[in-house]
Antibody, heavy 119, light 110 residues
């Protein structure tokens, strides 16, 4: 059964770059129709889509974050990654990696990893 | 402020039927299909309804979804205590080129 697992630092300093990796296990990342991406949830708040990537490298980003976000994929490692630069306290959140079928729905989620931005 | 509007909270008693609304517009709900997610405290969201009214394998048929015009609804019949959770609607927004989520609805089973 395919699983997603987030990894990366839990603490990032303000103005620096947040970097997270999602490892896909139990299945291939190179499958047609599947997009891989990130969604975050600030403490006590709702869900915010960050962006998606297709295994070919095609990306879609939330316009409100687009200037600071890069999502990349490494098919050889079955991993995809998130970089968010110039972080502030507002970027403190639980970050989930996700699988999206055909850009129709998010059908698989990782457990999430908490990233705190410190001043 | 979310592009999709959900009531912050709702409640019901066991056995009751409750509905949660999700209000949007022509760039999102009208032109694309709506998905619903269920999230328990401390857990990741789980896909509950996709493509307006489809249930993934394993989701009880007590959960149903519908869409009409600029709004969508999630209905839960035969309410159970284990249904107490947060529920989110989500849809692709054409004008923003972005996925958007509702603010979430906290369901309390009294």
């Amino acid at each position: 059964q395919l699983q997603l697992q987030e990894s990366g630092p839990g603490l990032v300093k303000s103005s620096e770059t947040l970097s997270l990796t999602c490892t896909v296990s139990g299945g291939s990342i190179n499958r047609n129709s599947f997009y891989w991406g990130w969604i975050r949830q600030a403490p006590g708040e709702g869900l915010e889509w960050i962006g998606n990537i297709y295994y070919s490298g095609l990306t879609y980003y939330n316009p409100s974050l687009k200037s600071r976000v890069t999502i990349s994929v490494d098919t050889s490692k079955s991993q995809f990654s998130l970089k968010l630069n110039s972080v502030t306290a507002a970027d403190t959140a639980l970050y989930y990696c996700t699988r999206n079928w055909g850009n129709w729905y998010f059908d698989l989620w990782g457990r999430g990893t908490l990233v705190t931005v410190s001043s | 402020q979310s592009v999709l509007t959900q009531p912050p909270s709702t409640s019901g008693t066991p056995g009751q039927r409750v509905t949660i609304s999700c209000s949007g517009g022509s760039s999102n709900i009208v032109s694309n299909t709506v998905n619903w997610y269920q999230q328990f405290p401390g857990a990741a969201p789980k896909l509950l309804i996709y493509s307006n009214n489809q249930r993934p394998s394993g989701v009880p048929d007590r959960f149903s979804g519908s869409k009409s015009g600029t709004s969508a609804s999630l209905a839960i019949s035969g309410l159970q205590s284990e249904d107490e959770a947060d529920y989110y609607c989500a849809v692709w927004n054409d004008s923003l080129d972005s996925w958007v989520f509702g603010g979430g609805t906290k369901l309390t089973v009294l």
